[in-house]
């Protein structure tokens, strides 16, 4: 990770060889000292902030910390009393660091974790609201994903759950409420998701007046130079944007126009 060139509030994740701009949660700047987003007087990026700088690290042999660990990628480990501490392994010692403020360290995996608001690290049961999930290795994940903004994903067999991408693994989900829109990325209710084909669309008066409630549609027939229906070789359905004959804010979605609001 490095740091943005103009912003405090930004950094950059390497992906793949591209640089990928990301965000810090609010109140917090981006140190290239630690590598992380920090308070604003730890970061010490803006010049008209007084500077605290990062506190110095307590380090301890534990066995648990490799004596050859990966230095960009080490262990890292919960720590025992307090959620918003954790140790960062260095050959064979564990060196006390603090998440940002806000925040507390979420044990991922015996050797991987990292700081997150309280009510997904769910290292305070006071504060949990997650629910154990199954993640499993998805090739339509990104390896580094937007933690603040992750790509979601359309569940293979169940319109009111999803997939959430974390690091490159898909997060079986449920909806809160009604049916997922793999579109709009966010759960809606079923006539507006178009999940599910048995499910009618609301079209009618007590319809909702935001613009992506609009009814999703069969679109098999189309007019003009793209008309249907398509048989043999070029049959349907089909999935990417098409003109509409009476509207310019429609796309295909398996088969359906949803309606979107383009600026």
Not at 115 to 129: G, L, M, Q, S
Request: proline share 10%.
């Amino acid at each position: 990770m490095f740091p943005h060139e103009t912003n405090c509030s930004r950094f950059y994740m390497c992906d793949l060889g591209r640089r990928c701009p990301r965000d810090c949660p609010t109140g917090t700047h981006f140190s290239s000292v630690s590598r992380r987003c920090e308070a604003v007087d730890v970061a010490c990026c803006d010049p008209t902030i007084p500077c605290r700088g990062p506190t110095v690290s307590i380090c301890a042999q534990d066995a648990r910390c490799p004596v050859f660990d990966n230095p960009f990628d080490p262990t890292v480990l919960r720590h025992g009393s307090n959620c918003s501490l954790f140790y960062k392994c260095d050959n064979g010692l564990a060196c006390q660091l603090e998440c940002p403020p806000g925040q507390h360290f979420r044990q991922d995996t015996p050797t991987t974790g990292s700081c997150d608001w309280p009510d997904r690290a769910c290292c305070n049961p006071i504060f949990c609201t997650a629910t154990t999930t199954a993640c499993v290795p998805d090739s339509r994940c990104p390896l580094f994903d937007d933690p603040n903004n992750p790509l979601l994903l359309r569940h293979s067999t169940s319109c009111a759950r999803f997939y959430k991408c974390s690091a490159g693994q898909a997060c079986d989900l449920p909806c809160d409420a009604g049916h997922f829109s793999e579109a709009l990325q966010r759960c809606e209710r079923p006539e507006i998701a178009c999940c599910d084909p048995t499910v009618t669309s609301n079209s009618g008066s007590n319809a909702s007046p935001h613009p992506s409630t609009n009814a999703c549609s069969d679109s098999s027939t189309n007019t003009g130079s793209n008309a249907g229906p398509y048989t043999g070789s070029n049959a349907g359905p089909y999935t990417g944007s098409y003109a509409c004959p009476h509207s310019c804010t429609y796309a295909c979605s398996d088969s359906r126009t949803d309606s979107f609001s383009y600026p």
